[in-house]
């Protein structure tokens, strides 16, 4: 049974930081692409970051440039976000991501996050208030 769980989601200060997790399992996971995707109250879901089967291969959307930072364990079978200098946009629920390679293939390089991805967490909420 695949499965990807978030967790690290909270209240936080502008400014300040927090790291989210994710554990994968049920997959081959060393062969996939891992994302972060956010959604906010009232807007539709985005890519944030991705990080691709040999972790060589890094996206950043313009919005989180030079202050996110995605990871992978593939040992642990764990992605992670480092989220700093957090600010009240940045307020969503964040999911965790996995997309596999084509046929014939076994690395993933980030796709098109605009595009489906083939497993999603259910997400962990992050809320920047004062």
């Known amino acids: 049974q695949v499965q990807l769980v978030e967790s690290g989601g909270d209240l936080v200060q502008p400014g300040g930081s927090l790291r989210l997790s994710c554990a994968a399992s049920?997959?081959?996971?060393?062969?996939?692409?891992l994302a972060w995707y956010r959604q906010a109250p009232g807007k539709e879901r985005e890519g944030v970051s991705c990080?691709?089967?040999?972790?060589?291969?890094?996206w950043y959307d313009d919005s989180v440039k030079g202050r996110f930072t995605i990871s992978r364990d593939n040992a642990k079978k764990m992605v992670y976000l480092q989220m700093n200098s957090l600010n009240t946009e940045d307020t969503a629920v964040y999911y965790c991501?996995?997309?596999?390679?084509?046929?014939?293939?076994?690395?993933?390089?980030?796709?098109?996050?605009?595009?489906?991805?083939?497993?999603w967490g259910r997400g962990t909420p992050v809320t920047v208030s004062s």
């Open positions: 991501a996995a997309d596999g390679p084509p046929p014939g293939y076994s690395e993933r390089l980030c796709p098109d996050l605009s595009f489906g991805m083939d497993y």
């Open positions: 049920g997959f081959t996971y060393d062969q996939y692409a």
């Open positions: 990080i691709s089967s040999s972790g060589l291969d890094i």
